[in-house]
């Protein structure tokens, strides 16, 4: 029976090492921040201490590694494996990259552990060995999963391990192309007493499967659980180590999903892909903007607004909603879903002081629809449009589209990649896009009208008077 190997005590927070676990960091002073991690082997302490060591070896046999220059480098992201879900494989950059890992996150119930195991599916049919590794559901609970599902499901193979020594040793007898570990925080390495989910264990078995990928060439995906502020559990690390980091989001009381790639060695970040939950699993959309815009023709009222974002390098229509009414009690609600607050309460601030509309006696409550969040200042002018909108109580043309970033002096500045706006825009049926003066391309579109616009008092001035 092999050796324990020895293990430490280090902060996160200024990385001091101590031999047993204590409440508070004698250094630091921050508080349970100790966890445990394998201690790495003894070295000399002195440069001429190492330089004999390294002379010693070379004499003793040492290997010398080989430095190829970095155009001769042969890599595996030439032949990626594809999915057969079409949105997957574009966030991922066009498909699975051999020896890459990858990490999935999103709240309990989302679907990370649904679509992964039609990832498996879609694999397997396409002749991908695949191995499903359970550390949470048990096989019966992944079964009934695969029955509901369909297809090749089935045919995936299922082990139902938590130990890392195992999972690895397995790996390396079945050689699959991709193995998907749900969760790592269910799974843990004897070398570490601590129990499976804290700091420690998880960064020792995140490094270990990284090395494992890239050493096997087998794809990796682990699922990761999010904290109660909605980043990944764990140490931070573990984002870093791996090669992309998805996040599946969407709200529970919805039939859809998005999956966003926050990180990508492979591809661009804040890609986004759409699916739509159905009994047979999630199915991918096609066309996200007609999803987004659905019910707007049905109901079109005031207060109602169009915007078109990029999520990563796709461009996509979204409706911004804004309700203005007088407070009932007590100092005004600001309540945005979808939407920074922090800068809904400077366009407000923009909008009282060059616009005229005062919002200090009225509730503001902003919605972007679909529980997509807007991050790009390219939204700015649809939600002030939606306020001045809600304010008058006149509903905004419902064929138009407002695209521009609004500064501090009221006026409509300039955004990237209109033209593929604009084009979006002309592709869902729009008629006209306001956009900033200096974001007027040269080329005109042939079926949509695009007015440029200096500040907010004048496109007020258009559309409400």
Request: charged share 25%.
């Amino acid at each position: 029976m092999s050796a324990r190997l020895k293990s430490v005590y280090r902060c996160t927070n200024c990385g001091a090492d101590y031999p047993k676990w204590a409440g508070k960091c004698e250094v630091c002073g921050e508080w349970n921040t100790l966890v445990e991690e394998l201690a790495a082997p003894k070295t000399a302490s002195s440069g001429a201490a190492r330089r004999r060591a390294g002379i010693a070896a070379m004499g003793s046999g040492g290997r010398v590694a080989a430095t190829p220059h970095i155009r001769d480098v042969v890599g595996a992201e030439d032949h990626r494996l594809s999915t057969g879900l079409d949105e997957f494989d574009f966030v991922l950059g066009g498909g699975v990259v051999p020896g890459s890992m990858v990490l999935v996150g999103g709240e309990p119930g989302i679907g990370k552990s649904t679509i992964l195991l039609q990832v498996a599916a879609q694999l397997e049919a396409r002749g991908s060995r695949t191995l499903y590794v359970s550390g949470e559901e048990s096989p019966l609970q992944v079964k009934l999963r695969a029955d509901r599902l369909g297809g090749h499901a089935g045919d995936v193979e299922l082990l139902g391990e938590t130990l890392l020594e195992t999972i690895l040793a397995t790996g390396s007898e079945r050689a699959p192309a991709v193995m998907i570990v749900d969760s790592i925080q269910t799974v843990f390495t004897g070398d570490l007493e601590g129990a499976p989910g804290n700091v420690g264990q998880v960064r020792e078995c995140a490094a270990r499967l990284m090395r494992y990928a890239k050493e096997s060439g087998t794809a990796v995906f682990v699922v990761g659980h999010v904290t109660k502020d909605g980043g990944i559990a764990g140490p931070k690390t573990l984002e870093h180590i791996v090669d992309t980091v998805l996040y599946f989001e969407g709200e529970g009381s919805l039939d859809y999903r998005v999956l966003r790639a926050t990180k990508n060695r492979f591809g661009s970040v804040d890609e986004i892909g759409v699916f739509r939950m159905t009994e047979q699993g999630l199915l991918p959309v096609e066309n996200p903007s007609a999803l987004f815009l659905g019910d707007r023709e049905k109901h079109h009222a005031s207060g109602s607004a169009v915007s078109a974002t990029l999520e990563g390098s796709r461009p996509i229509l979204i409706e911004v909603q804004a309700l203005a009414v007088k407070a009932g009690f007590g100092t005004p609600q600001r309540v945005a879903t979808g939407f920074d607050g922090r800068r809904l309460a400077l366009l407000l601030a923009v909008l009282d002081k060059r616009a005229g509309l005062s919002f200090a006696q009225l509730d503001v409550f902003l919605n972007v629809v679909g529980g997509v969040r807007m991050q790009e200042p390219a939204g700015d002018l649809a939600v002030a449009a939606a306020l001045a909108s809600s304010v008058y109580d006149k509903a905004l043309p419902a064929d138009a589209v407002f695209i521009g970033e609004i500064g501090l002096g009221g006026e409509i500045r300039a955004v990237s990649q209109i033209e593929r706006r604009i084009a979006e825009a002309e592709k869902m049926g729009m008629q006209v896009a306001y956009v900033g003066e200096r974001s007027v391309p040269k080329r005109a579109p042939r079926a949509i009208r695009v007015e440029g616009v200096r500040d907010i008092t004048t496109l007020f001035r258009g559309l409400f008077r």
